[in-house]
Nanobody
């Protein structure tokens, strides 16, 4: 599975962004897909994850109520809609795919895409 993350950019606090993770191959729809982020000088942290068929989702407490993860199996994509962005959301965002659930730990993922930078100014 190959993953391509896109949609990052520079926004102001309170704005919205939508990140897209595009997966290759028909098997992509069977994978758990998660989003992680890594801010400068900090460890990579879990943001959100979704199972196959959108059956279950999981969010970090810091983004609950602001971020929404969803998948479009017809397009082989998983989106992360980010609303009410805060400066502390600034990070490089990565998408990853794996087969285990729950999936809040980076070690549970087998495939990673390159990151996309999100910068939120105050």
């Amino acid at each position: 599975v190959q993953l391509q993350a896109s949609g990052g950019g520079l926004v102001q606090a309170g704005d919205s962004l939508r990140l897209v993770c595009a997966g290759s191959g028909r098997a992509f729809i069977t994978y758990v897909v998660g989003w992680f982020r890594q801010a400068p000088g900090k460890e990579r942290e879990f943001v959100a994850a979704v199972t196959w068929s959108d059956a279950y989702t999981n969010y970090a407490d810091s983004v609950k109520g602001r971020f929404t993860i969803a998948r479009d199996d017809a397009k082989n994509t998983v989106t992360l809609q980010m609303n009410s962005l805060k400066p502390e959301d600034t990070a490089v965002y990565y998408c990853a795919a794996g087969v285990r659930w729950p999936a809040a730990r980076a070690e549970t993922y087998d495939y990673w895409g390159q990151g996309t930078l999100v910068t939120v100014s105050s």
